[in-house]
């Protein structure tokens, strides 16, 4: 079989598990995706794989920046402090080996509120600026996803350039 074949192969594989990893904040979803793309546009070097690799890494690094841009505005609009974000990530992590399945956005949820009412030391106001937090979140890792599912698709329109002209 030809290595570069063997190469798309294993790219694509690796794009599945980056879109994920957008949504499955454990997994390295965008930067997995550049790296991946900018490696087989490397390995394969033609032309059609370069420039799939440069569009679907400027759509993952635009998915990433809105991301995050989206979310930081919402927290900061909410005065959320990334201490509550924070305690809502490891109750994440644990809720993920508790509850299968669900347990990673329940442990969030249940985390980030818990945070912010020991903080805010009210509970409508907790739940309020948890609500609009896990909504920003939300959005975020939407925006994350399409741009890393359109980013995937490169690869798939430069894998059917590359191996058409070769």
Known sequence: MDYQIITTVIAGLLLVVAVLGTIIPILPGSILTVITLIAWAWILG???AWT???IGSGLAIAGMSASAVLTGRKMRR????H???LVGVVCAIVGMFVIPVIGLFVGFAAGLLTAEFLRRRDLKAAVR???EALK???LGILVEFG???LAASSLAIGTLVHFLNR
């Open 83 to 85: 201490g509550p974000v």
């Open 136 to 138: 920003s979140m939300g």
């Open 46 to 48: 033609s032309p059609a």
């Open 78 to 81: 909410e005065q959320i402090p």
């Open 147 to 149: 741009c890393a599912s």
């Open 52 to 54: 799939a690799a440069i």
């Open 129 to 131: 600026s948890s609500w």
